[in-house]
């Protein structure tokens, strides 16, 4: 109890004078040693009790936010704001990661289509991403955060979910995408009919609404 009684002194005094940066030589804490001659007490070193790091957070509480704040769950995943706490938005496809806020498009990959714009020809079209049959790439929708609008990347296949395939979740589908519509459908992007029947498929290419980290837009797939 006296530590913690003379760790709260401190912390107090941290945050009046923003100091601390340096070891208190006369500070011996309860006995509790450390290795390399240093004692595991020391407010400045990298114990659980250093001042300048995340277990005495004095910032307040973590992961509050409010209105449409976004952030990034490291690299990985993209946060929105939900009930004044971030909660993941959306996992970033493979060869994406966040970055401010939003899944980035993939970077161009030599020698393969990864990276590839697919919205080259009026409009998405899951076809673009098709010249090798046996890579597995999908058409996928980023957000341009400037302009919060959508533009469509070549990028390896999400999940396993083509064209019409019934989903719950967007990564049950190649393009990361599950459009809500008849209980949930996977968004392959198209332009014409003729791009939904190849190999004699009978699907059409239809208008269906889709939302993309927060933003919504209507969207042509295949369906």
Not at 139 to 160: E, S
Request: net charge negative; aromatic share 4%; hydrophobic share 35%.
């Amino acid at each position: 109890m006296k530590y913690l009684a003379t760790a709260a002194a401190l912390a107090a005094a941290c945050v009046i004078g923003a100091g601390c940066t340096a070891h208190n030589p006369n500070f011996t804490g309860d006995g509790g040693g450390g290795g390399g001659g240093t004692s595991s007490h020391d407010l400045a070193g990298t114990s659980g009790a250093d001042l300048a790091g995340v277990v005495f957070d004095l910032s307040g509480s973590m992961g509050t936010c409010a209105a449409d704040q976004r952030q990034c769950s490291g690299t990985v995943a993209s946060d929105h704001c939900e009930g004044g706490m971030f909660v993941v938005d959306r996992v970033c496809p493979p060869a994406s990661s966040c970055a401010t806020g939003y899944c980035a498009p993939p970077a161009a990959m030599f020698g393969t289509q990864i990276g590839a714009r697919c919205d080259a020809n009026g409009g998405a079209q899951q076809l673009q991403c098709m010249a090798s049959p046996t890579a597995t790439l999908s058409c996928q929708p980023f957000v341009d955060p400037p302009t919060k609008m959508l533009r469509w990347f070549c990028d390896t296949a999400v999940g396993p979910g083509r064209a019409g395939q019934h989903c719950t979740k967007p990564g049950d589908c190649r393009s990361g995408v599950c459009a809500a519509v008849n209980g949930g459908v996977c968004f392959d992007a198209c332009l014409r009919d003729q791009d939904c029947q190849l190999g004699g498929g009978t699907l059409t290419c239809k208008s269906v609404q889709i939302t993309v980290e927060g933003v919504t837009i209507t969207a042509k797939a295949c369906g």
